[in-house]
């Protein structure tokens, strides 16, 4: 009852009136208006379940739920009520009374049961308070979102808000629980896919303002549309995880405001007193990313005690990483292996390298002879081995003679030495993936490492090894068996590779020499 | 009382320039005058440093253990990597796969080792980034601790060269010893400080945000 404390009078009189019509309910044929009717969701999916407003109670007739939750229902003579059975266990509602007895257990509900014609109508709470004390799988209400969940139901709390930050527009999803995600544009439409059976939220009315012009529920078993307006240009998203829940923050950024389309033209033609040349467009920071799920085929890798084969959990992981890489930052990915083949690790470099990889992420997992070892690390190549070879590599710099005289340097690069150039950069995938990893998963008290490992050696980018896991550990084995976790995994890395790009796009690359070919 | 500092200071001074002439008589084959070897006297023993996994799994951990004293560096470098095949005194773990034999061993004129062993090595290996980094630095840091004078080590499995054991490190080229690795590094025997990273012309300077452990 929405009454402000001001105005105790009203309080009063609203009482009154609603005491009077519980007590005219109670005796005199109700009237029950329909109401939009509530989604039953269970394992089996989803079906409606009719309700009627009565009064300012939602209420549902116990014949309907009788036949979705194979229940009893038969008349009560001696309470003037009924009983509803269920496996040998008994609810006895009586008319005029806002209680139940739940095998013997008296509870409480907030308006009596009420017979209408041939049918019993209980408010909807019934089914959480009484029902559920005497069924056999979890029975849960929730009465905002018109839902009914049936069993172990996943239907997270999406709690939406939307709001202008510096001229861009941040919606915020408040997840809880955790529930794992993947943001896809199709079109007009920002859709965030949720791993759920069902979402359980309201969804806010906003006003229209030219980036987003409406947030919609465009599936209710767990996606939510963010439809983006004419000056919507990108977006960027971030997940906050806490404890118990997580926060999903969307930034859309509008487009620049009219931008012509950039013309080139040589240096010389622009006129000296003209106006100063547009900044010249530089390529993306990052356009390949190229992942590479560790062994495969033949090469099994590591197993746990319960089975698990390293080359399934890295495939698994690098295709969820691929998914979520085209769909956030749209860039190309390849992966070093579409199924389970094998593929020798010198050619794994080499097709990073030849198709201009500007990232190589390996996925492997673990294995330790002590089954209590256990958390992810990552790793890239470490430096000793790599400065030994940067002296050989330099031995290797010629100069040859260039087109129209004179001569160029021209850096030779051995692909087997390739990585030395980009040990920097490694080192700094390597630290935020460390960062985004800890987020997400339990990590190995040395997450960080080098070692001469074969594949980032020959890597002619930066490049790093990320352990996910022990499968030695069979705690760890279970986990990582779990798409959950091999969710959570993938977007760790996700927000590293997105951090790692940020980092780029804002630094010229100074480290790379404008003349070696890439 | 600071005499008696000094003279202790001379003591462990003492100590510390006997282990080093002993490591280099080793590793240029020379007999040193006195070893401690066992009563039999029959076959002279060293004691040398040998490598496993240590209780948490993470590093490996240095042991000390008797081994045949054996004339220059490249019958001594057998003797020990045969040592560190044997199995691990309990409660300590070996890293390299139990079967695994010692085919040969040779020295190139640079001073770095070419270790062949059998295949069981690779074969019996039970995978995982980190088991293949204990195995092949025990083997490693064994002989580079124990021989300070080797420059490094290339493993090579039943007389080929390989890409790898599992799968990770690279052994196409002889690798120099390392004690990101090893438990407590600190108390390894006084060595030859391993060679530093040149900064090559390509080298990026490593990042002051990224702890390099």
Same mark, same amino acid.
């Given at each position: 009852?929405?009454?402000?404390?001001?105005?105790?009078?009203?309080v009063?009189?609203?009482?009154?009136?609603?005491?009077?019509?519980?007590?005219?309910?109670?005796?005199q044929?109700?009237?029950?208006?329909?109401?939009?009717?509530?989604?039953v969701?269970?394992a089996?999916g989803?079906?409606p379940?009719?309700?009627?407003q009565?009064?300012?109670?939602?209420?549902?007739?116990?014949?309907?739920?009788?036949?979705?939750?194979?229940?009893?229902?038969?008349?009560?003579?001696?309470?003037?009520?009924?009983?509803?059975?269920?496996?040998?266990?008994?609810?006895?509602?009586?008319?005029?009374?806002?209680?139940?007895?739940?095998?013997?257990?008296?509870?409480?509900?907030?308006?009596?049961?009420?017979?209408?014609?041939?049918? $019993?109508?209980?408010?909807?709470?019934?089914?959480?308070r009484?029902?559920?004390?005497?069924?056999?799988?979890k029975?849960?209400?929730?009465?905002?979102?018109?839902?009914?969940?049936?069993?172990?139901?996943?239907?997270?709390?999406?709690?939406?808000?939307?709001?202008?930050?510096?001229?861009?527009?941040?919606?915020?999803?408040?997840?809880?629980?955790?529930?794992?995600?993947?943001i896809?544009?199709?079109?007009?439409?920002?859709?965030?896919r949720?791993?759920?059976?069902?979402?359980?939220?309201?969804?806010?009315a906003?006003?229209?303002?030219?980036?987003?012009?409406?947030?919609?529920?465009?599936?209710? +078993?767990?996606?939510?549309?963010?439809?983006?307006?004419?000056?919507?240009?990108?977006?960027?998203?971030?997940?906050?995880?806490?404890?118990?829940?997580?926060?999903?923050?969307?930034?859309?950024?509008?487009?620049?405001?009219?931008?012509?389309?950039?013309?080139t033209?040589?240096?010389?033609?622009?006129?000296?007193?003209?106006?100063?040349?547009?900044?010249?467009?530089?390529?993306?920071?990052?356009?390949?990313?190229?992942?590479?799920? @560790?062994? @495969?085929g033949?090469?099994? @890798?590591?197993?746990?005690?319960?089975?698990?084969?390293e080359?399934?959990v890295?495939?698994?992981?690098?295709?969820?990483?691929?998914?979520?890489?085209?769909?956030?930052?749209?860039?190309?990915?390849?992966?070093?292996?579409? @199924?389970?083949?094998?593929?020798?690790?010198?050619?794994?470099?080499?097709?990073?390298?030849?198709n201009?990889?500007?990232?190589?992420i390996?996925i492997?997992?673990n294995?330790?002879?002590?089954?209590?070892?256990?958390?992810?690390?990552?790793?890239?190549?470490?430096?000793?081995?790599?400065?030994?070879?940067?002296?050989?590599?330099?031995?290797?710099?010629?100069?040859?003679?260039?087109?129209?005289?004179?001569?160029?340097?021209?850096?030779?690069?051995?692909?087997?030495?390739?990585?030395v150039?980009?040990?920097?950069?490694?080192?700094?995938?390597?630290?935020?993936?460390?960062?985004?990893?800890?987020?997400?998963?339990?990590? &190995?008290?040395?997450?960080?490492?080098?070692?001469?490992?074969?594949?980032?050696?020959?890597?002619?980018?930066?490049?790093?090894?990320v352990?996910?896991?022990?499968?030695t &550990?069979?705690?760890?084995?279970?986990r990582?068996?779990?798409?959950?976790?091999?969710?959570?995994?993938?977007?760790?890395?996700?927000?590293?590779?997105?951090?790692?790009?940020?980092?780029?796009?804002? *630094?010229?690359?100074?480290?790379?020499?404008?003349?070696v070919?890439? | 009382?600071i005499? $008696?500092?000094?003279l202790?200071?001379?003591?462990?001074?003492?100590?510390?320039?006997?282990?080093?002439?002993?490591?280099?008589?080793?590793?240029?084959? *020379?007999?040193?005058?006195?070893?401690?070897?066992?009563?039999?006297?029959?076959?002279?023993?060293?004691?040398?440093?040998?490598?496993?996994?240590?209780?948490?799994?993470?590093?490996?951990?240095?042991?000390?253990?008797?081994?045949?004293?054996?004339?220059?560096?490249?019958?001594?470098? +057998?003797?020990?990597?045969e040592?560190?095949?044997?199995?691990?005194?309990?409660?300590?773990?070996?890293?390299?796969?139990?079967?695994?034999?010692?085919?040969?061993?040779?020295?190139?004129?640079?001073?770095?080792?070419?270790?062949?062993?059998?295949r069981?090595?690779?074969a019996g290996?039970?995978g995982?980034?980190? &088991?293949?980094?204990l195995?092949?630095?025990a083997?490693?840091?064994?002989?580079?601790? &124990?021989?300070?004078?080797?420059?490094?080590?290339?493993?090579?499995?039943?007389?080929?060269?390989?890409?790898?054991?599992?799968?990770?490190?690279?052994?196409?080229?002889?690798?120099?010893?390392?004690?990101?690795?090893?438990?407590d590094?600190?108390?390894?025997?006084?060595?030859?400080?391993?060679?530093?990273?040149?900064?090559?012309?390509?080298?990026?300077?490593?990042?002051?945000?990224?702890?390099?452990?």
């Amino acid at each position: 009852m929405m009454v402000s404390l001001k105005r105790p009078v009203l309080v009063l009189l609203a009482g009154t009136i609603a005491l009077a019509a519980a007590v005219a309910a109670a005796t005199q044929p109700p009237a029950a208006r329909p109401a939009a009717p509530l989604t039953v969701i269970s394992a089996e999916g989803q079906r409606p379940l009719p309700a009627s407003q009565l009064g300012d109670q939602l209420v549902v007739a116990l014949d309907d739920l009788a036949a979705l939750l194979n229940l009893t229902v038969r008349e009560d003579a001696l309470s003037g009520g009924a009983a509803v059975g269920y496996k040998g266990r008994t609810v006895l509602l009586t008319a005029g009374q806002a209680l139940a007895s739940v095998s013997g257990r008296l509870v409480a509900l907030p308006s009596p049961p009420v017979r209408d014609g041939r049918r $019993w109508l209980v408010p909807v709470e019934f089914v959480g308070r009484a029902l559920a004390g005497i069924y056999d799988t979890k029975l849960d209400i929730r009465k905002n979102s018109r839902l009914l969940l049936v069993g172990d139901v996943r239907v997270p709390r999406v709690a939406i808000r939307e709001e202008p930050v510096g001229g861009q527009v941040r919606v915020t999803l408040e997840v809880a629980p955790k529930t794992t995600h993947t943001i896809t544009q199709e079109g007009n439409h920002l859709l965030i896919r949720f791993d759920a059976d069902a979402l359980d939220t309201s969804i806010p009315a906003i006003a229209a303002q030219g980036v987003l012009q409406a947030v919609r529920l465009a599936d209710p +078993r767990g996606t939510i549309a963010l439809d983006l307006g004419p000056k919507f240009g990108s977006y960027r998203a971030s997940l906050v995880p806490h404890e118990q829940d997580a926060e999903l923050v969307i930034d859309l950024v509008p487009a620049p405001a009219e931008t012509p389309f950039p013309v080139t033209r040589p240096p010389a033609a622009a006129p000296p007193s003209g106006p100063p040349l547009p900044v010249p467009v530089l390529p993306p920071a990052l356009r390949t990313v190229v992942l590479d799920p @560790g062994h @495969g085929g033949e090469e099994k @890798g590591a197993a746990g005690p319960g089975g698990t084969l390293e080359k399934d959990v890295t495939l698994a992981i690098a295709r969820r990483l691929k998914a979520g890489l085209e769909s956030r930052l749209g860039v190309r990915v390849l992966l070093t292996r579409e @199924g389970d083949e094998t593929v020798p690790l010198d050619d794994r470099a080499a097709l990073a390298n030849n198709n201009k990889g500007d990232l190589l992420i390996s996925i492997h997992a673990n294995a330790s002879l002590r089954p209590g070892v256990s958390g992810a690390q990552i790793y890239y190549l470490s430096a000793d081995e790599a400065g030994e070879e940067a002296r050989r590599a330099a031995a290797a710099r010629q100069s040859l003679p260039a087109l129209g005289g004179g001569t160029r340097d021209v850096e030779m690069i051995l692909w087997e030495v390739a990585q030395v150039r980009h040990l920097g950069d490694s080192a700094v995938l390597a630290g935020l993936a460390e960062e985004q990893m800890r987020q997400a998963v339990q990590l &190995n008290p040395r997450p960080v490492q080098q070692a001469p490992f074969r594949v980032l050696a020959g890597a002619n980018m930066p490049a790093v090894l990320v352990e996910v896991g022990f499968l030695t &550990n069979a705690a760890e084995e279970e986990r990582l068996k779990s798409e959950a976790h091999q969710e959570a995994i993938a977007r760790a890395l996700l927000e590293a590779v997105t951090r790692f790009r940020d980092a780029r796009a804002q *630094e010229p690359r100074a480290s790379v020499p404008p003349t070696v070919p890439r | 009382m600071i005499l $008696w500092f000094v003279l202790a200071g001379i003591a462990v001074g003492a100590a510390a320039a006997a282990t080093l002439v002993l490591s280099r008589w080793l590793a240029t084959g *020379e007999t040193p005058a006195a070893l401690d070897a066992p009563a039999t006297a029959a076959e002279p023993r060293i004691k040398v440093r040998l490598f496993y996994v240590s209780a948490d799994g993470l590093r490996l951990v240095p042991a000390e253990r008797e081994v045949p004293f054996a004339e220059g560096t490249l019958e001594q470098a +057998r003797r020990i990597v045969e040592a560190q095949l044997e199995p691990a005194p309990a409660p300590l773990l070996s890293a390299i796969p139990p079967g695994t034999t010692l085919r040969s061993v040779f020295l190139t004129q640079s001073s770095e080792a070419f270790v062949d062993l059998s295949r069981e090595v690779a074969a019996g290996h039970p995978g995982g980034a980190l &088991n293949e980094i204990l195995t092949v630095y025990a083997i490693v840091d064994a002989l580079t601790t &124990n021989l300070p004078a080797l420059t490094g080590v290339q493993i090579r499995v039943d007389g080929h060269e390989v890409d790898t054991l599992a799968g990770h490190v690279d052994l196409r080229r002889p690798l120099s010893k390392s004690t990101a690795w090893v438990e407590d590094p600190g108390a390894a025997p006084s060595t030859v400080p391993p060679t530093a990273p040149a900064a090559g012309p390509g080298t990026p300077e490593a990042p002051a945000s990224v702890p390099i452990r």
